[in-house]
């Protein structure tokens, strides 16, 4: 048996890798992107997606527009009780009115990515980053050099308690709180930070294990 | 009404019981995430028992030792060597660790040991929501603690 043969039956499963069809497959190290960026990616699975049009009852609301063109929303469907649910927290968690600034939760998402190493979340949501708080050139710093980078005092203070919280396991202290205190945040503020990093503790663990990030052909 | 977060904060839970609620949605929500992922479809298809022990271990390795009593506290242990859990606990050590040394072959790994697509989207949300509510309970804990 070849090396490619058995690597078919074992994916059997998880997947329709050779067949007609199916998404599944294993990037190219040419197309695998060169480091942090807050350029477009795609991402490829690695368990094959439901196919819109076999989309059910359940599924098929949460998959309504661009939710439903990309790989990531089908491949969760397949739960769907959890992820209505997921999808509801996060809308809350990013889009939620009141309480820290939008630019603020998207740099804390962009902190957490970069420190798990998803290059895909953080490309994502450094691009939110930068179109919220119109800092680009801070966020790209950030992917650069990680979360050791200095930035300014605000920022500086929310990137070392974001990094902390998203440690495995978490070290975020009083030290980080108060600091974030002096500095004017409110607890409101501070629990979003925390929603935020939980969060994309999750959501890296899926987009990391789940399948990978392609750099797109160019046009 | 209490959640799971309320019942793992015990008598922390007070002193940021009003913080939370200004975020009801996000109250709702995790709990939803919980009782699908323990109570729904998916769960009966992995093996409830499975996923509680897989969620015990996540907890343990994300240094959160009263959550883990939580999920040890749910329901029995599976049967020892059980290969379907011995695989879960794997990919659920290597996802928590390290998330991105994770590799195609970790996925196949799984469908090998006889998990179905559906089946290994359902532990990845489980060890994905355990992390996230690790990080929520370190949180709120240090957020309340500052006003005691």
């Not at chain 1, 074992?10 to 329709?16: I, T």
């Not at chain 1, 978490?170 to 969060?199: C, K, M, N, Q, Y």
Request: net charge negative; aromatic share 4%.
């Amino acid at each position: 048996m070849s090396e490619q043969s058995v690597r078919s039956a074992e994916s059997a499963a998880a997947s329709r890798d050779g067949e007609p069809g199916s998404e599944v497959r294993s990037v190219e190290s040419g197309r695998r992107p060169g480091g942090f960026t807050q350029e477009q990616l795609d991402w490829v699975p690695w368990v094959e997606p439901i196919r819109l049009a076999d989309a059910d009852a359940r599924q098929a609301p949460l998959l309504e527009g661009d939710r439903g063109v990309g790989p990531y929303f089908r491949v969760l469907a397949r739960n769907p009780e959890v992820l209505a649910h997921r999808s509801g927290n996060d809308r809350e968690i990013f889009y939620g009115r009141a309480g820290l600034g939008r630019a603020e939760r998207e740099l804390a998402a962009t902190v957490t990515s970069r420190h798990n190493g998803c290059e895909y979340c953080a490309s994502v949501h450094s691009r939110f980053t930068t179109a919220l708080s119109k800092r680009g050139d801070d966020v790209q710093r950030l992917l650069d050099e990680g979360n050791g980078v200095r930035i300014d005092e605000r920022w500086d203070a929310i990137i070392d308690f974001v990094d902390a919280l998203a440690a495995n396991p978490p070290r975020a202290g009083h030290a980080h709180i108060e600091r974030l205190r002096r500095l004017g945040l409110t607890d409101t503020d501070i629990h979003d930070l925390v929603l935020s990093a939980a969060s994309f503790s999750w959501a890296n663990r899926l987009m990391l294990t789940l399948g990978e990030p392609e750099v797109p052909q160019a046009d | 009404m209490t959640d799971v977060i309320d019942a793992v904060l015990g008598e922390r839970a007070e002193g940021v019981r009003e913080l939370r609620q200004q975020r009801p949605a996000v109250v709702a929500h995790t709990q939803g995430v919980y009782d699908a992922l323990l109570d729904g479809p998916g769960a009966a298809s992995v093996g409830r028992e499975r996923l509680i022990a897989a969620a015990v271990a996540v907890a343990e390795l994300a240094g959160a030792p009263e959550l883990a009593a939580h999920y040890a506290g749910l329901g029995t242990a599976p049967a020892q060597g059980d290969p379907v859990l011995a695989a879960i606990l794997r990919h659920a050590a290597l996802v928590t660790s390290t998330p991105a040394a994770a590799t195609r072959a970790d996925i196949d790994a799984l469908a090998a040991a006889g998990l179905s697509a559906d089946d290994i989207v359902t532990v990845a949300q489980l060890i994905g929501f355990v992390h996230f509510q690790v990080r929520l309970l370190a949180g709120l804990t240090l957020i309340g603690a500052g006003h005691e």
